[in-house]
T-cell receptor, first 111, second 115 residues
């Protein structure tokens, strides 16, 4: 059973506009959430994270929002750049080192 | 640092054959993770090691899969016998001591195709 879901397999955005990637989870015991970015033929690389005690974390153009009551996580990229085109994975930690990943959203930023 | 190294990058084999995937973690990292990526299930954690000891292998799909970490600089994931449904990209990742959350560094992956 998929405990972390990314329901949009793909997203296209114009350069300079905002990209919003969404993630839903089912387990209220998750205590830490992460976003990873993956280019073709490469492994995922860590992008940004947020603890369950916070509702927002910002790092440059990237902001992650957490809505615990809705069990919803989102990643905002502003402004979007062509180099942001990649697959983005949402991940959640249960206990210790047990991580659950979503199926990924492929973002295409159109110049 | 060279990063996490995985070999081979691509593997094509026939059903029933044994497959061994290899991983060299980043020097100084004491946690190692094996993941499998499929379109349907995304990235699944198969097993992880802490200080060369397997901590959680609940993600290993069945007895055909086994993983070892004989020392801090090497790990293997073995599938015997392989089946077509094992076709996927397998990633190895490692993390630094005391930072088990946001510092998992992934290798480039091994794309396995079982015919």
């Amino acid at each position: 059973d998929q405990q972390v879901k990314q329901n949009s397999p793909s997203l296209s955005v114009q350069e300079g506009r905002i990209s919003i990637l969404n993630c839903d989870y089912t387990n209220s015991m998750f205590d830490y959430f992460l976003w990873y970015k993956k280019y073709p033929a490469e492994g995922p690389t860590f992008l940004i994270s947020i603890s369950s005690i916070k509702d927002k974390n910002e790092d440059g153009r990237f902001t992650v929002f957490l809505n615990k009551s809705a069990k919803h996580l989102s990643l905002h990229i502003v402004p979007s750049q062509p180099g942001d085109s990649a697959v983005y994975f949402c991940a959640a930690r249960y206990t210790g080192n047990q991580f659950y990943f979503g199926t990924g959203t492929s973002l295409t930023v159109i110049p | 640092d060279a990063g996490v190294i995985q070999s081979p990058r691509h593997e094509v084999t026939e059903m029933g054959q044994e497959v061994t995937l290899r991983c060299k973690p980043i020097s100084g990292h004491n946690s190692l993770f094996w993941y499998r990526q499929t379109m349907m299930r995304g990235l699944e954690l198969l097993i992880y090691f802490n200080n060369n000891v397997p901590i959680d292998d609940s993600g290993m799909p069945e007895d055909r899969f086994s993983a070892k970490m004989p020392n801090a600089s090497f790990s293997t994931l073995k599938i015997q016998p392989s089946e077509p449904r094992d076709s996927a990209v397998y990633f190895c990742a490692s993390s630094r001591p005391g930072t088990l959350t946001d510092t998992q560094y992934f290798g480039p992956g091994t794309r396995l195709t079982v015919l």
